[in-house]
């Protein structure tokens, strides 16, 4: 395994972010970890004092992004992996939520991961390497019941990623697309904004309720390994799902979507294009 990377993580201080920060200082390397509130990383930057840098930022704040990348890079001489990982729910249904509520939603899902996409590459370019890690959602192929929003700021990231390694490709760096699956990250609780529910949609909340049943997810840590054994990798994959279950279920919606194209292949056909 190779040691001393550098990375940089935002949502570093809780759920799968926190997670990722333990995993690389546990292998030997340094770390700035960023996120909104960073006291709760005060135990790792006591057991790490000189590979852990906390570095509060909003990633919805452009210039705020710009100036904090500035100074991850600063603190270590470089950046060599670098996690997207800051988000949150948005929660509710597509007719329920406010306009408010949508554009701070994709502020950070979605528009934070590009403010800091664009303020890393010139250091990677300039170094010749490096790997962008886009945390998405294995629900980022297809919008679902109350977590719709949710799921179109994924699905954006996830375009804008597959173009943003296109671009990046011939300057040595990487993007992986990883789409992790139901871990508990506190997401449905801290990490969530939830719409004023209409009664109109009240059994189908019940079905969902019903559904998802009270099972939080395995621990963020057992991810970990997987994301380390992916940034040793040479030739990384552009996307990565991030859960045998999740595995699953990713591949029957891809299979549900193929089969519904075909069977209405005859209708696609009749138009020319």
Do not use: C
């Amino acid at each position: 395994m190779t040691t001393g990377r550098v990375w940089f993580i935002t949502g570093a201080s809780r759920g799968l972010g926190r997670a990722f920060a333990e995993a690389a200082l546990g292998a030997g390397d340094r770390v700035v970890g960023a996120a909104r509130d960073v006291d709760p990383l005060a135990d790792l930057a006591e057991k790490y004092p000189d590979a852990l840098v906390r570095l509060p930022l909003d990633v919805a704040d452009r210039a705020a992004v710009r100036e904090g990348v500035d100074r991850a890079a600063a603190a270590f001489g470089r950046l060599d992996v670098v996690v997207n990982n800051a988000g949150g729910l948005l929660l509710g249904m597509v007719e329920e939520a406010t306009e408010e509520q949508i554009r701070a939603h994709l502020d950070v899902n979605l528009f934070g991961a590009i403010w800091v996409a664009q303020a890393v590459v010139p250091y990677l370019r300039a170094q010749g390497s490096g790997h962008i890690l886009q945390v998405t959602s294995m629900g980022a192929g297809g919008g679902f019941p109350s977590v719709g929003l949710y799921a179109a700021g994924k699905a954006a990231l996830d375009s804008v990623s597959q173009a943003l390694a296109m671009e990046v490709e011939p300057f040595g760096v990487k993007v992986t697309i990883v789409q992790p699956g139901g871990y508990d990250t506190g997401l449905f609780t801290v990490g969530t904004t939830t719409t004023e529910a209409r009664p109109e949609y009240e059994p189908l909340r019940a079905k969902l309720a019903e559904m998802w049943g009270d099972d939080a997810g395995p621990d963020p840590r057992t991810a970990a390994p997987v994301v380390m054994e992916l940034v040793d990798l040479p030739d990384p994959p552009l996307r990565l799902i991030v859960g045998g279950a999740s595995y699953d279920i990713v591949q029957q919606m891809d299979q549900a979507r193929t089969a519904e194209y075909q069977a209405w292949e005859h209708l696609s056909r009749k138009a020319p294009g």
